[in-house]
């Protein structure tokens, strides 16, 4: 039960100091490494308002993220997530190019 509460407390912090930082910009702005940096950042954020509620809790978030699993799980994740990255600003460009000649008629 007392897991649970500070669970809660630690999502209602990283909630309420997240959502004001968000910057509003275009997908089409956006860079590969700001894209690929987001879980990243959610994840810091994330054990730091456990760390802040239970200190233990964070040192078990901590030596489980250094697992061998799970950093293998990690750098499997991105680098999956940099090939879907490139294809994406590939089709965001055939996008424009399309919209441009087409539609535009440059």
Known sequence: ???SRALVIALILLLSTTLPEVQSKSIFEKDRRD???IPEVI???FYEAVNKVSPK???FLLDTVQSPSVVAA???IVKEAAKVSIMFEQLIEKIKNLWYTRVLGY
């Open 74 to 76: 990690r750098q499997r």
């Open 57 to 59: 809790v964070g040192q």
């Open 35 to 37: 894209l690929l940096a």
């Open 1 to 3: 039960m007392l897991q």
């Open 43 to 45: 994840a810091s954020y």
